[in-house]
């Protein structure tokens, strides 16, 4: 149920125990829109949200140290702070990751250059969970069955951290919705695909199979307006602002089982799911 702004009762009711907070108290809001609400938390309490998001992996964490279960450590250092989110993103580090903030709600793809929540990414974090390597992340790949009549009807992820299962619900879900949403995740682009990111050397979410892609063929991509451009410029700013395609109802079902959705990247790529629970906890 949605009031007149299209903030949720979920949304609502985290609003009040005060973590996610307003457009009026947090200037960086507004670069999704008017109808989503932006977390921020000091380290320390991100750090504490990430630990609740891996429970299998993280016995403790805070703004010094991340401690996995078993024994091994990263530590954690705020470098360099002020850098900007792209230099983040190509050099990334386990605190600029854990400080990143995802918006919920129906959000526009933002107008600001730096807001792209999710897209840092610390590949030694994801490493120690998923796989060091191929052959060790795909030693936990599963084939989800997706209701797809195109394709191979499935999508290959990993089943640590419980992904299989939650995408499987997520499945479930979509193959209940009306027939007129089909078309935009039928014929799925993939899952787990050891590639790096486009136009990089760091691996991609898809490396390390927590993440789906849907129909390309009802997606956008903001590298396509590079026209097969290589590298990925820091100073790319969008020619023409794209209008998202896919219906939110489809991203609300992946974001109650932990998924992000790149459609709210101003590096927008709308096919884009990602388990990332951290950010939406
Ligand atoms: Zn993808």
Redesign the pocket.
């Known amino acids: 149920m949605k009031n007149a702004v299209g903030i949720n009762k979920r949304e609502l009711a985290a609003a009040a125990i005060g973590i996610w907070i307003s457009a009026e108290a947090n200037p960086a809001r507004a670069a999704f829109g008017t109808n989503c609400l932006l977390r921020t938390s000091p380290l320390n309490q991100a750090m504490g949200i990430l630990k609740r998001a891996y429970p299998d992996f993280i016995e403790d964490a805070n703004e010094h140290v991340l401690v996995w279960r078993d024994r091994t450590q990263l530590k954690v250092q705020l470098f360099a702070p002020d850098r900007a989110q792209s230099e983040k993103i190509r050099n990334p580090d386990l605190a600029a990751q854990a400080l990143q903030f995802y918006p919920i709600g129906n959000c526009e793809i933002p107008t600001d250059p730096d807001a792209d929540p999710g897209r840092i990414r610390y590949a030694p974090f994801f490493a120690k969970m998923y796989g060091t390597d191929h052959a060790a992340v795909a030693a936990n790949i599963v084939r989800v069955p997706w209701p797809s009549i195109a394709r191979a009807p499935f999508v290959q992820v990993t089943k640590i951290n419980g992904v299989a299962g939650r995408l499987t619900q997520v499945a479930n879900e979509l193959a209940a919705f009306p027939k007129p949403f089909h078309k935009y995740f039928d014929n799925p ?1 993939g899952g787990f695909n050891a590639r790096p990111i486009a136009g990089t050397q760091r691996p ?3 490396a390390f199979g927590i ?3 849907i129909n390309t063929a009802q997606s956008d991509y903001w590298r396509d307006e590079l026209n097969g451009a290589p590298g990925e410029p820091a100073t790319w700013r969008h020619k023409a602002f794209p209008k998202n395609r896919i219906p939110f109802e489809i991203v609300e079902v992946f974001e109650r089982q932990g998924f992000i959705w ?1 459609g709210k990247w101003y590096h927008y ?1 709308t ?2 799911f ?1 388990y990332r629970p951290e950010l939406l906890l």
């Open positions: 682009a991609s979410a898809h993440a789906v892609d790149g790529d096919m884009h990602e």
